[in-house]
């Protein structure tokens, strides 16, 4: 070890420690890196931010296996090792999400929200270049608590980015929608699939600190989709009830299934609540705006185990979706609810962009650091059925979408088990982005807006 002074109480770790290319340029820009204070780290690092940030952009992202994942999850003695994983993969992946979203057209790159998580993810990649790689406790404590506030403070991304493309929106004449819409599907595709991996990883080293049965980490080994269902559909009623005054019931089926034994898998759960919350707020919404209000049908969710995925069916009846439009309902801010933001129907004013902005971090600050939108937005946004997708693709799954115009909607939801605690994983699992890298590969069908 190399320490400051003497009388250092956290003694710098040595450079065999750090990456080739992290030791290159500490060297490069500060004089006896390894004996050099945090402060002095980071102001040079920030000044050549954007060498920095382009070297590690092309830098390829570790592809870490759901069975690695899972064991780290199970086993507190290799917490050292997944933060030292993290303190290399984070500024990596963080770093090619501000690259990617600095070279962006129609003024995207400039709007608020854009620019807002640009600087934040900026940030982060300097905070951990600046951070000593943890190597004992101490460190790995402090580690850990950097790694929480990177999740919390993430948490409103989704919002923020929605509310740059809205604000950016306003200035793209009418000939050009359709390509700036086609971009911004992309753009988002690529960036919520990777934050998705990145959140990811992170939550499996957070929650791996503290045992609780049945789980490794976010993993669940013997995951109930029936209690889940049951559990967002008491979510999105109450959004319902709030912004529309009444709710429909939910009927849960589980046809020829063993309620305890057949339906239960391997999964992430607060992914299959996310996604559940979605489409069941939009299947309520539509059924409340369809029917007299003192004459609901139910919606009805039915289970089903199969051999490779367990499939669930929302059924409503509200009204369900023209044919053309049924592609389009899978585009990043296609919305048929009225917009959740005040202003002209071009996009909020710089004003009203603030205010938004100060409302959904003080609800984001109640939140327990989930990956929806503000659960008081019931729709508007354009974001909860898209991003739930990317959600279920992850992990190779999917949500696939059968409409009869004038009766109803059926959403299914297909959830591939996740092998037994990972292991003998199913061959769409094989292949999907949360077995891999958290690289984003356009899937058959894919249409853009």
């Given at each position: 070890?190399?320490?400051e002074?003497?009388n250092?109480?956290?003694?710098?770790?040595?450079m065999?420690?750090?990456s080739?290319?992290?030791?290159?340029?500490?060297?490069?820009?500060?004089?006896?890196a390894?004996?050099?204070?945090?402060?002095i780290?980071?102001?040079?690092?920030?000044?050549?931010?954007?060498?920095?940030?382009?070297?590690?952009?092309?830098?390829?992202?570790?592809?870490?296996?759901?069975?690695?994942?899972?064991?780290?999850?199970?086993?507190p003695?290799?917490?050292?090792?997944?933060?030292?994983?993290l303190?290399?993969?984070?500024?990596?992946?963080?770093?090619?999400?501000?690259?990617?979203?600095?070279?962006?057209?129609f003024g995207?790159?400039?709007?608020?929200?854009?620019k807002?998580v640009?600087?934040?993810?900026?940030?982060?990649?300097?905070?951990?270049?600046?951070?000593?790689?943890?190597?004992?406790?101490?460190?790995?404590?402090?580690?850990?608590?950097?790694?929480?506030?990177?999740?919390?403070?993430?948490?409103?991304?989704?919002?923020?980015?929605?509310?740059?493309?809205?604000?950016?929106?306003?200035?793209?004449?009418?000939?050009?929608?359709?390509?700036?819409?086609?971009?911004?599907?992309?753009?988002?595709?690529?960036?919520?699939?990777?934050?998705?991996?990145?959140?990811?990883?992170i939550?499996?080293?957070?929650?791996?600190?503290?045992?609780?049965?049945?789980?490794?980490?976010?993993?669940e080994s013997?995951?109930?989709?029936?209690?889940?269902?049951?559990?967002?559909?008491e979510?999105?009623?109450?959004l319902?009830k709030?912004?529309?005054?009444?709710?429909?019931k939910?009927?849960f089926h589980?046809?020829g299934?063993?309620?305890?034994e057949?339906?239960?898998?391997?999964?992430?759960?607060h992914?299959?609540h996310?996604?559940?919350?979605?489409?069941?707020?939009?299947s309520?919404?539509?059924?409340?705006e369809c029917?007299?209000?003192?004459?609901?049908?139910?919606i009805?969710?039915?289970f089903?185990?199969?051999?490779e995925?367990?499939?669930?069916?929302?059924?409503?009846?509200?009204?369900?979706?023209?044919?053309?439009?049924?592609?389009?309902?899978?585009?990043?801010?296609h919305?048929?609810?009225?917009?959740?933001i005040?202003?002209?129907?071009?996009?909020?004013?710089?004003?009203?962009l603030?205010?938004?902005?100060d409302?959904?971090?003080?609800?984001?600050?109640?939140?327990?650091?989930?990956?929806?939108?503000?659960?008081?937005?019931l729709?508007?946004y354009?974001?909860?059925?898209p991003?739930?997708?990317?959600?279920a693709?992850?992990?190779?799954g999917?949500?696939?979408i059968?409409?009869?115009?004038?009766?109803g909607?059926?959403?299914?939801?297909h959830?591939?088990?996740?092998g037994?605690?990972?292991?003998?994983?199913?061959?769409?699992?094989?292949?999907?982005?949360?077995?891999k890298?958290?690289?984003?590969?356009?899937y058959p069908?894919?249409v853009?807006?």
């Amino acid at each position: 070890r190399h320490q400051e002074s003497n009388n250092s109480r956290h003694p710098r770790m040595p450079m065999a420690h750090m990456s080739a290319a992290m030791r290159t340029w500490l060297e490069r820009l500060v004089p006896n890196a390894s004996h050099a204070s945090s402060a002095i780290r980071r102001k040079a690092l920030s000044k050549n931010v954007d060498t920095i940030l382009g070297a590690l952009a092309t830098k390829k992202a570790t592809p870490v296996s759901l069975k690695d994942l899972y064991r780290y999850g199970q086993d507190p003695a290799l917490r050292l090792h997944h933060a030292q994983f993290l303190h290399r993969e984070v500024p990596i992946r963080v770093s090619q999400r501000v690259m990617e979203l600095r070279c962006l057209p129609f003024g995207l790159s400039e709007s608020h929200g854009i620019k807002e998580v640009i600087d934040n993810y900026t940030s982060y990649t300097l905070d951990l270049l600046t951070m000593d790689p943890p190597c004992e406790e101490e460190e790995l404590e402090m580690f850990s608590r950097y790694m929480q506030y990177l999740l919390q403070d993430n948490t409103e991304v989704v919002q923020t980015m929605a509310l740059g493309v809205i604000q950016a929106r306003r200035s793209i004449q009418e000939k050009d929608l359709p390509d700036f819409r086609r971009l911004v599907d992309l753009v988002l595709v690529r960036f919520f699939t990777a934050r998705i991996g990145l959140r990811f990883i992170i939550e499996q080293f957070i929650a791996s600190r503290e045992y609780k049965t049945g789980f490794a980490g976010v993993i669940e080994s013997f995951c109930n989709p029936v209690l889940i269902a049951q559990r967002a559909a008491e979510d999105a009623s109450q959004l319902c009830k709030q912004h529309k005054d009444v709710a429909p019931k939910v009927l849960f089926h589980t046809p020829g299934a063993n309620f305890s034994e057949d339906l239960q898998f391997t999964y992430v759960p607060h992914h299959l609540h996310y996604m559940l919350t979605e489409i069941l707020k939009n299947s309520m919404r539509a059924t409340v705006e369809c029917h007299d209000p003192s004459n609901l049908p139910p919606i009805k969710v039915v289970f089903v185990a199969g051999n490779e995925d367990t499939t669930i069916k929302v059924i409503d009846e509200g009204g369900g979706i023209r044919r053309s439009e049924i592609e389009t309902i899978w585009n990043f801010f296609h919305s048929t609810a009225e917009a959740p933001i005040a202003g002209t129907s071009s996009g909020p004013s710089s004003e009203e962009l603030g205010h938004w902005m100060d409302v959904l971090r003080d609800r984001n600050n109640r939140e327990n650091g989930g990956p929806s939108i503000p659960p008081s937005a019931l729709a508007g946004y354009g974001v909860g059925l898209p991003l739930s997708r990317l959600f279920a693709r992850y992990f190779g799954g999917d949500i696939t979408i059968s409409s009869m115009e004038g009766f109803g909607t059926d959403a299914y939801l297909h959830i591939p088990r996740l092998g037994t605690n990972c292991e003998s994983l199913p061959a769409p699992v094989q292949t999907s982005p949360g077995e891999k890298d958290s690289t984003y590969v356009p899937y058959p069908g894919y249409v853009a807006y």
